[in-house]
């Protein structure tokens, strides 16, 4: 079991920057993938990035590649977005998970594949 908590959301400007934490605890996250997904009202939650186990390949959606960046610190069990030249349309709750993928190279973008989830963290971005 992994739990996962997000923090570092809120209000800020179109153009602005935030930068999305997710605490990791339980098993040794190392051996985890780990996801960023994002849910906007009314639609369906999507993928926004991911990161491999050991932090050596990322992988983004088209809407965000340029302007966010994921990344992690194994050793102490953190994960991490930081998100640039915010658009209105990135406003979403922002979920971090995790699946275990140790020596995986290609990191899934279906959510079906993620086995742990955090609560969410609400970003609004302001036009």
């Known amino acids: 079991q992994v739990q996962l908590v997000e923090s570092g959301g809120g209000l800020v400007q179109a153009g602005g920057s935030l930068r999305l934490s997710c605490a990791a605890s339980g098993r040794t996250f190392s051996r985890y993938a780990m996801g960023w997904f994002r849910q906007a009202p009314g639609k369906e939650r999507e993928f926004v990035a991911a990161?491999?186990?050991?932090?050596?390949?990322?992988f983004y959606a088209d809407s965000v590649k340029g302007r966010f960046n994921i990344s992690r610190a194994n050793a102490w069990n953190m994960g991490y977005l930081q998100m640039n030249s915010l658009k209105p349309e990135d406003t979403a709750i922002y979920y971090c998970?995790?699946?275990?993928?140790?020596?995986?190279?290609?990191?899934?973008?279906?959510?079906?594949?993620?086995?742990?989830w955090g609560q969410g963290t609400q970003v609004t971005v302001s036009s």
């Open positions: 998970a995790a699946y275990e993928a140790v020596g995986e190279v290609v990191i899934s973008r279906l959510e079906n594949k993620y086995d742990y």
């Open positions: 990161i491999t186990w050991g932090g050596g390949s990322t």
